[in-house]
């Protein structure tokens, strides 16, 4: 969501896609070149309360930042910009859903001219986040199942026809506490994910994120996007190509599992829950805690 990036960075090739979620969000909104989008954004924020009656001041005022945000990138980037829904509902399927539909009407109220096909949904990887990916895919919506941490979770968002899945490569805590380290990073299931959607022509394409370093990223080398944060592009473009001498995952044969169409909900849950010894479900329920918090945060400035 930094503006000067895609300048400094993204000539004469543009980027491709915006990233963003509500960490990403408040700390953009820190800066002092902010001021003006939070100011903004408070008024329209309490004048469309009578519009969304059931949806607080507060609430609006978070997801109105984070489209005027993504207005402001996308006219230095071709492709998706992306918006989080609120992580409070990830467990909730109609309320994802309304606020994925409130996020595309607040594009168009902000921007009549602009293109909501570039809008692309993050919506967290629970089963109802999912079945609100479903719906919103349905009704012409694209969307993308963010904090992914294992194949059941790709295999359902293959299913429900998601745009992008974004495989955390490292677990979202190392984002915040200083000195963690995660030993057991999802580098496998991108390729894994990404050679399944490849053999059962599955539209969805695989974006990882949460990487935390050059080599993390070449070890990727081959995947369809890569979701790369400011400070590792800097590194990108002080590294020259020759030096690279990490190979990549994707050089590797591996068989490639079928795809599974899971019958019911409760049996989905229980391979989810069984999968990698129950990682992937601690990944995921750490990784809306977070955003929830920062939720809060983005929140309270409106106060």
């Known amino acids: 969501m930094d503006v000067d990036v895609a300048q400094k960075i993204g000539k004469p090739v ?12 408040y700390a953009e909104l820190q800066k002092p070149k902010r001021e003006t989008t939070i100011r903004e954004s408070k008024p329209l924020a309490t004048a469309l309360v009578s519009k969304y009656p059931n949806v607080s001041a507060k609430e609006l005022f978070v997801e109105i930042s984070m489209v005027k945000l993504q207005l402001e990138m996308s006219k230095h980037i071709t492709g998706f910009v992306h918006v989080q829904t609120n992580p409070y509902y990830s467990f909730d399927t109609e309320k994802t859903v309304k606020n994925a539909q409130r996020i595309v009407e607040h594009f168009q109220l902000l921007d009549k001219a602009f293109d909501l096909a570039r809008v692309c949904i993050k919506i967290p990887s629970t089963w109802e986040g999912l079945e609100a990916c479903r719906l919103l895919e349905s009704s ?9 941490f294992t194949i059941e979770q790709a295999w359902m ?7 992008y899945i974004a495989p955390y490569v490292n677990e979202l805590k190392v984002h915040f506490e200083d000195g963690f380290v995660d030993h057991n990073k999802a580098m496998e299931l991108c390729v894994h994910a990404h050679r399944l959607y490849s053999a059962n022509k599955v539209k969805t394409k695989v974006l990882p994120a ?12 081959g995947v369809d996007h ?3 944060s400011p400070g590792l592009l800097e590194k990108l473009v002080e590294t020259p190509a020759s ?6 995952l ?20 229980i391979a989810f829950t069984l999968s990698g010894k129950g990682e992937g479900e601690r990944k995921l329920t750490q990784s809306i805690n977070i955003f929830c918090e ?6 309270g400035m409106m106060d």
């Open 14 to 25: 543009q980027f491709a896609d915006c990233t963003s979620n509500q960490a990403i969000a």
């Open 140 to 148: 012409g919506i694209a969307t993308l199942a963010t904090t992914l």
């Open 157 to 163: 968002a293959g299913n429900v026809g998601c745009e």
């Open 210 to 221: 949460s990487l935390t370093s050059v080599d993390e990223i070449m070890s990727l080398a």
């Open 226 to 228: 890569i979701t790369i």
């Open 243 to 248: 030096e690279n001498t990490k190979g990549s």
């Open 250 to 269: 994707f050089d590797e044969e591996i068989d490639v599992p079928a795809m599974l169409a899971f019958t019911s909900e409760p049996e989905y849950r």
């Open 294 to 299: 920062m939720q809060t945060k983005l929140e």
